[in-house]
């Protein structure tokens, strides 16, 4: 028997009456290394022997039976020279096309993949406009960082409508941000947020949005937001969220303050990366806040090509 017909084994007996009762994911696990194997041409032996694992562990992995430890896994990835996203299902390796966009993508600089994701959206139709500036200018960073005010201000000086994407999106729930949260979960508030924010780049070709701080751990919502709008990341110090977030008159974080400080620090450092996509950044602990909103209004007035 030549090497190729090795490769894939037949199911052992009983394997499909089985099959239902098994876990989905597990099943779909196995068929995966049963295909990444075959792909590779490598006997189940030869991929045990190169992952350090016995035949019988791998068999099991293969039809939907073996629950590996990570560690296993990354193992046996090793062996199929493959990423341990190709192996669990990760989508970015679902097809060709995607590995191979992944390939091109994988040792990109942040510039390049800008560059690259943007490209791809205005292929696919999704990336708005191509010009560098929108006339729709969102405002994103944590709360507190002086979204609303600095907003209301600008939308004033621009003559813009100004949005503030919270309250449409308690208009389309009917209750409150904390109440949708509360009631349906972090998953129906993503997309009531979403919802909200097609439907103000729907009705405003003009407009200042002042988005939620938590807006861009969406992907999907964030990206419209970078296709759509200029954006402006407000900045601040942590101790200026904090005691802006209390003056708003939240005085949650004062009953652990030390926790909550520590808390706004880690979310303030886990979204950074995020906010920085913005086009401009304005920080507004620097100055008072007459001084921001002038380095605000001429920053932006600037990126619109609007006189001073």
């Excluded at 295909?35 to 035949?55: H, P, Q």
């Excluded at 939907?64 to 990423?83: P, R, Y």
């Excluded at 990336?127 to 405002?139: H, K, M, Q, Y």
């Excluded at 960073?141 to 600008?154: D, H, I, P, Y």
Aim: charge should be negative.
């Amino acid at each position: 028997m030549s090497t190729e017909e090795t490769i894939i084994d037949s199911p052992r007996a009983g394997s499909e009456s089985t099959h239902a009762e098994k876990n989905a994911f597990l099943v779909g696990l196995g068929e995966r290394a049963r295909a990444l194997r075959a792909r590779r041409g490598m006997t189940r032996k030869a991929v045990a022997s190169s992952a350090g694992v016995s035949e019988r562990h791998l068999a099991n992995l293969e039809y939907g039976e073996g629950n590996a430890s990570i560690l296993v896994l990354l193992q046996v990835a090793g062996a199929l020279q493959c990423s341990l996203a190709e192996l669990i299902g990760d989508i970015s390796t679902s097809s060709p096309e995607w590995l191979l966009i992944r390939e091109l993508l994988e040792r990109a600089d942040e510039a390049s993949l800008r560059k690259a994701r943007i490209a791809i959206g205005q292929a696919l139709g999704t990336g708005g406009s191509s010009a560098i500036a929108n006339p729709r200018v969102a405002l994103v960073g944590l709360r507190g960082a002086g979204k609303s005010t600095l907003g209301q201000m600008l939308a004033d000086d621009l003559d813009f409508p100004f949005v503030e994407l919270s309250r449409e999106i308690e208009k389309f729930a009917g209750c409150s941000v904390a109440e949708i949260q509360a009631l349906y979960g972090m998953n129906a508030y993503r997309r009531y947020e979403r919802r909200a924010l097609e439907e103000a780049i729907q009705i405003y070709p003009e407009a200042v949005i002042a988005t939620p701080g938590g807006l861009v751990s969406d992907p999907a919502t964030f990206n419209q937001l970078l296709s759509h709008c200029t954006t402006v990341w407000l900045q601040a110090d942590p101790e200026d969220h904090m005691k802006r977030v209390q003056a708003q008159g939240d005085l949650r974080p004062m009953a652990a303050s030390k926790e909550a400080m520590e808390d706004l620090k880690s979310i303030l450092a886990g979204r950074a990366a995020f906010y920085s996509k913005s086009q401009l950044s304005v920080d507004t602990s620097a100055q008072q806040l007459d001084a921001t909103f002038q380095l605000l209004r001429g920053k932006v007035r600037e990126l619109l090509q609007l006189p001073g």
